[in-house]
């Protein structure tokens, strides 16, 4: 089947530790997506690539660190400086060129920081 | 600064009843505006998308109103199903000048049976 893959559904961490939240997809997408989503606030972008080796900060990048070396993976690491860590975090890919309104989203990850 | 505006932030719906969601945005440079649902500890999911230049699309019991003057936009559930209990979001991109999705804030739906 293909799709994307976060794991783990569930994440435990306490303040000042750094720590990564893995997304793979089997799509064979070149885009893929970081979102941060918090109760009334919708999903607000965070990182995005667009091909191996290239990404750009979305509107919340600030604490948040990404890498790209392979098309089918884009890691996302929550670092000790992002002030508010505990949300659910999704990652999402699409197809450069086709139709960018559709995102295919993983099933989260739901990061609690104490 | 938020672009897509969404109300309600939640709707309870009696059975075969209709929800109205609601959106308004601010960038005229839009050119897509999609809606996504989302089921409890799932990622959202395409529902249905429109293009500006149309008024409305209906795809079953699902139906985008367009309104671009007002620069406004609605999604209808007719005969609502507890099925549909989920968390409902518009969207709105540029699509020629990149893939960057604009979000609302979500608006979370129960049908009550």
């Known amino acids: 089947d293909g799709g994307i893959t976060q794991s783990p559904k569930y994440l435990f961490r306490k303040e000042g530790q750094n720590v990564t939240l893995s997304c793979e997809q089997n799509?064979?997408?070149?885009?893929m997506y970081w979102y941060r989503q918090d109760p009334g606030q919708g999903l607000r972008l965070i990182y995005y690539?667009?091909?191996?080796?290239?990404?750009q900060k979305g509107d919340i990048a600030e604490g948040y660190s990404v890498s790209r070396e392979k098309k089918e993976s884009f890691p996302l690491t929550v670092t000790s400086a992002q002030k508010n860590p505990t949300a659910f975090y999704l990652c999402?890919?699409?197809?450069?060129?086709?139709?960018?309104?559709?995102?295919?989203f993983g099933p989260g990850t739901r990061l609690t920081v104490t | 600064q938020q672009q897509v505006k969404q109300s309600p932030q939640s709707l309870i719906v009696q059975k075969g009843g209709i929800s109205i969601i609601n959106c308004a945005y601010e960038?005229?440079?839009?050119?897509?505006f999609p809606w996504y649902q989302q089921f409890p500890g799932k990622g959202p999911a395409l529902l249905i998308a429109?293009?500006?230049?149309?008024s409305e699309k209906k795809e079953g019991r699902f139906t985008i109103s367009f309104n671009k003057s007002a620069k406004q936009f609605s999604l209808h559930i007719m005969d609502s199903q507890p099925g549909d209990s989920a968390t409902y979001f518009c969207?709105?991109?540029?699509?020629?000048?990149?893939?960057?999705?604009?979000f609302g804030e979500g608006t979370q739906l129960t049908v009550n049976p």
């Open positions: 999402a890919s699409n197809r450069v060129g086709g139709s960018s309104y559709e995102q295919y």
């Open positions: 799509l064979n997408h070149d885009a």
């Open positions: 690539s667009q091909i191996v080796n290239d990404f």
């Open positions: 960038n005229t440079a839009f050119d897509y």
């Open positions: 429109i293009r500006p230049d149309v």
């Open positions: 969207a709105a991109i540029i699509e020629t000048s990149g893939s960057r999705l604009t």
